[in-house]
């Protein structure tokens, strides 16, 4: 059994979890956090036309997909000025990572780049400014092919658009464009896609439900597109108001009142649909053992076969910030889930801590 403290309260887990969660997940504290910022890594930014230290800021929110028998971690990093690209750590026991020296994916000059570069940014940065652009908080699926597919955040500094990229080996990859296409939703806020999947050993694959494949998205309320071919994706609207249809609302007097946002890809269960979601506590009418604004995750269930009715919802979360490393940081109080495998039969959840660094928990 694993010997590192426990990220669930006992009390939660004997009294309030129910057979569809998955709980019992432990913090391995004497590994964590297993990423930190490496100020020494740099490359040749194609828009900057200079050497870049990527990562020098902080790393975080990680993603993860197991190949060739090895864990692949692909994680947002930010340079000094705030810009973030997504990197890539290799492991072959899930806690120990060799980091890539370069980053995979980052802002170029192709089709994304006014969706992924400051609106008001020159070619040369201004030495001191802060930016907060670039590609976010990536999420990895396979494909029925095997093909690789991650959903992305790009930011170009004022509007955030949920964005999608395909590859064959988790180094090079396609930019294809906005998940929410057309002059209606070009200017729309959106983020953090996780798509409806099903485990086959060690792999997490895209599934469809009656003809379509699905994702949930957003990151106050959580909404749904749905697919035909995982390239083409059209929101559930509401065809009397003609607004998105909200799956999953933040609860008052909960760890979630303040918002909900996507985990990790949606696992299909015998129960039902599994979505691990993040969660923010409010400023008022919130859990009231949390400090604000704290970011901890839940778990919801949906319906198997109508993957946007709500079956059932858990009480209380089952990873908070309880370390120093997950309560400072760029961002305070924060344990951000977004990575999970199912690797040596354990399940690795992996997690941005304070916006600034990796963590994770294993459950046998």
Known sequence: MLSNTACYSPKIQE??????????????????????????LSFYCPLNKREVSWEARNVLNPSAVVKDGKIFLLYRAQDMSGTSRIGLAISE??????????????????????????????????AGQ???????DPRIIETEEGQYLMTYTAYDGQ???LCFATSYDLLHWAKMG?????????????????ILCRQD???????????????YYGDTDLFMARSTDLHHWTPLIDDERGSRISVLHPRAGFFDSRLVEPGPYALIRNEGIL????????????????????????????????????????????????????????????CFVEGMVYFNDKWFLYYGTADSKIAVAIRE
């Open 15 to 40: 009294e309030q979890a129910e057979d569809w969660e998955l709980r019992g997940f432990v913090k391995m504290d004497s590994e964590n956090p297993i990423l930190s910022p490496s100020p020494e």
């Open 93 to 126: 026991d899930g806690i120990h990572f060799e980091k890539n020296q370069t980053p995979v994916f980052y802002p170029d000059n192709d089709a994304s780049k006014s969706l992924e570069w400051h609106f008001a940014k020159n070619e040369m940065l201004v």
């Open 130 to 136: 802060d930016y907060f652009d670039g590609v976010e």
């Open 159 to 161: 509007t955030a658009r």
């Open 178 to 194: 906005s998940v929410l296409s057309g002059p209606e939703f070009e200017n729309t806020w959106s983020k953090s896609g996780a």
């Open 201 to 215: 050993g060690n792999k997490i694959v895209a599934t469809k439900i009656e003809g379509h494949y699905w994702m």
């Open 275 to 334: 979505l691990i979601y993040n969660a923010s506590n409010a400023a008022n009418f919130n859990d009231p053992s949390l400090p604000k604004f704290t970011y901890a995750a839940g778990q919801a269930l949906f319906d198997r076969k109508a993957p946007f009715k709500l079956i059932n919802r858990a009480s209380d979360h089952f990873i908070h910030p309880d370390k120093e490393y997950e309560k400072v940081g760029e961002v305070n109080e924060v």
